[in-house]
């Protein structure tokens, strides 16, 4: 996948966020091999790391089934460093948030940890 079809997954996750009141703080946060999409802060109580998955067509599954264990544990990883970093002791989310081909947007609040 391009890296312009990947940013603008991100864009429309980032308009997204926002819509519902998010604070994007971070957009491909990175820490060692690992990668964070997107990082939003809601009401100052909730940190949320997001990823965005792009799928142009489901032959091979949804997008959402796509974030690996592997990725899972990368995201985690950078996660548990940004939240050190920031010294964040409110709570946190993980998401994952989907658009298709047709530009069709889903989004999975506490999709994993």
């Known amino acids: 996948m391009s890296k312009e079809k990947g940013f603008a997954g991100e864009s429309l996750g980032i308009s997204h966020l926002e819509k519902l009141g998010f604070e994007i703080i971070e957009q491909n946060y990175r820490h060692g091999r690992s990668e964070v999409d997107i990082i939003a802060i809601l009401d100052n109580r909730l940190l949320v790391f997001v990823e965005v998955k792009l799928r142009t067509h489901t032959a091979y599954g949804e997008p959402e089934t796509f974030v690996t264990k592997n990725q899972e544990r990368k995201i985690l990883e950078a996660a548990d460093e940004y939240i050190l970093a920031i010294n964040w002791h409110k709570g946190i989310r993980f998401d994952?948030?989907?658009?298709?081909?047709?530009?069709?947007?889903?989004?999975?609040?506490?999709?994993?940890?």
């Open 96 to 113: 994952i948030i989907t658009v298709d081909a047709q530009g069709r947007l889903e989004h999975f609040e506490d999709a994993f940890y």
